[in-house]
């Protein structure tokens, strides 16, 4: 069990480390640690950015973004801690395009190690627009400090490149700076509890496993919908869209947990071999295919929750004719023994009705003949709903007799619920940054995960770009997306699973 004892000191530089994901996740993650007495017994955090700023100014910024986005409260003991934990933090202005900028990165850790008697990790951090990557990269790659594959690690936010191209060609400059070992390519939904219980789910129980397969899964939904649109971020979402910003990472990693083999141990070589057993066993679609096995769409003007909200055309920094998509569905095939045959259908998209990811478990129908047609008319068959957030639960639908005199079925959930435990739930952010300040990589992604990813998406990606789309925008905002998305499903005889588990199947 990590404590502050068993981590090595670590000095954490934080690149973009004024912006917003340092303000809204990471700070707040790391100010959690520390409560949590997770936080190496020596540390040091440098964020650093273009602006001047004092360290007294920069670390109010920190604090008023630990009030405002920490999942823990801020009382009074975190208010004693927190004037300790401030101590350790300060800024740095950096140009990262300037080499002579990063000379004080190894002498601040040469005074660390002078100050603390120890031999400290140091974390480089970059929370910067993908175009700054490369040359921060690049500039650590001078310092004599970054080629100890031991105190050296990299964490890289997503998205890794734009294209597998331009994913291949940054694998292949930080590899020429960096052991693999010390990369640390990070997709935040592999450090949510309820995404790593899946693999508790799947193989600490004997149960599911003899029907993990064709023979008895009829086909899979994985749903990831957002209640909000782009907010502030349109620069960003042009260069991206739906499909690079949530299908190529998210998604395909939660399909990834759902359709590995058992891992033999939980190296993390190991368990990354067998996610990427599954990107390559995915189908590739030709672009033929495209139209038959991918939806895009983009939300117009409308309004959610009585508030009247823009469409993406509008939003600040979009192209008023964007062709961008904020929504995409796709059915994809694994083409392996387990799998063979049985769809997943998996959807994203910004302004749907409600925030809800899940994965459905859809299980094929069973005989109902022994029963009296009037029995079973709201028979359906076995589903194990996975509620990834907000709701964090497991359901298992099946068959039981609704009390009475005659036999009739009916659906019912068997819940287990993640509140049931009353214990505080760490942040995807937490677990993640514990885990590189351990060396511990089993949740980040390897340099050929991240291609193999890119491989899936590609055709699809390829193929819309040639083809503009006529009906943009195409959904309203608090809808489930384009109609296009239902007729996916709905041709194979499916729909897509929308309500919240507690309310699963009473209007199917
Ligand atoms: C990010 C995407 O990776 O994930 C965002 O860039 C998206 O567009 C976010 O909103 C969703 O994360 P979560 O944890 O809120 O589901």
């Known amino acids: 069990m990590a404590n502050e004892e068993t981590i090595n000191d670590t ?24 409560l949590d007495n997770l936080m190496p017994k020596n540390f040091s955090i440098v964020c650093m950015g273009r ?20 999942r823990s409260k801020f009382d009074e003991t975190a208010s004693k801690k927190w004037r300790k934990f401030a ?37 480089f951090y970059l929370a910067v627009a993908p175009q700054l990557v490369k040359p921060i990269a690049t500039n650590l790659g001078t310092l004599d400090f970054c080629k100890d594959c031991s105190r050296a ?78 907010e502030s971020r349109g620069e960003y979402y042009e260069r991206s869209g739906a499909l690079r910003d949530m299908v190529q990472n998210h998604i395909l990693q939660l399909m990834c947990m759902i359709a590995m083999e058992a891992p033999v141990n939980f190296d993390a070589n190991e368990i990354r071999n067998k996610k990427v057993d599954v990107l390559n066993a995915i189908r590739k679609i030709t672009k033929e295919d495209v139209p038959n096995m991918s939806i895009r769409g983009q939300y117009g003007p409308g309004w959610m929750k009585s508030k009247k909200v823009k469409g993406y055309r509008q939003e600040d920094n979009v192209n008023p004719h964007s062709t961008v998509e904020t929504f995409a569905a796709l059915k994809l095939y694994v083409d392996n023994w387990r799998w063979e045959g049985v769809p997943f259908y998996i959807r994203t998209g910004k302004y ?5 990811t899940s994965i459905t478990i859809h299980f094929k129908r069973s005989p109902n003949f022994a029963f009296p ?55 995807a952010y937490e677990t993640l940054l514990l885990d590189v300040m351990e060396g511990n990589a089993t949740l980040f992604m390897r340099d050929d995960q991240v291609e193999a990813a890119w ?7 390829e193929s819309w770009q ?43």
């Open 153 to 230: 690690r990299i964490v890289i936010e997503k998205p890794f490149g734009n294209d597998l191209q331009t994913a291949q060609e940054l694998n292949i400059l930080l590899k020429s700076i960096f052991k693999e070992k010390q990369i640390y390519r990070i997709d935040h939904y592999l450090g949510k509890e309820t995404v790593q219980n899946i693999l508790a789910l799947r193989f600490a129980n004997t149960l599911l496993e003899p029907v993990w397969n064709k023979n008895y899964i009829d086909h899979v939904q994985i749903t990831n919908a957002e209640n909000i649109g782009i």
């Open 11 to 34: 000095v954490i530089f934080i690149f973009g480390g004024s912006g917003d994901l340092s303000q809204r996740k990471l700070m707040p993650a790391l100010f959690n640690l520390y």
């Open 466 to 508: 040639t083809k503009t789309p006529s009906d943009f925008p195409d959904y309203q905002p608090g809808s489930w997306g384009p109609e296009d998305s239902e007729a996916l499903i709905a041709k194979d005889g499916y729909t897509w699973i929308n309500q919240s588990i507690h309310n699963t199947f009473k209007s199917e």
């Open 87 to 123: 101590n350790n933090v300060q800024y740095a202005i950096l140009d990262a395009g300037n080499k002579k900028s990063y000379a004080f990165i190894p002498q601040l850790i040469k005074q660390k190690e002078k100050e603390w008697n120890s031999l400290p990790s140091a974390m």
């Open 51 to 70: 602006k001047s700023m004092l360290d007294a100014s920069f670390r109010k910024t920190i604090l008023a973004g630990i009030k405002k986005f920490s």
């Open 455 to 461: 491989k899936v998406v590609m055709p699809i990606l």
């Open 352 to 356: 749907l009705q409600e925030k809800n």
């Open 373 to 427: 047609s009037e029995a079973v008319e709201t028979w359906r068959s076995n589903v194990l709903t996975i509620a990834i957030q907000p709701e964090m639960d497991i359901a298992l639908r099946f068959q039981a007799k609704r009390p009475g005199s005659k036999m009739v079925l009916n659906p019912v959930n068997m819940v287990f619920s993640y509140s049931s435990y009353n214990l505080p739930q760490p942040e």
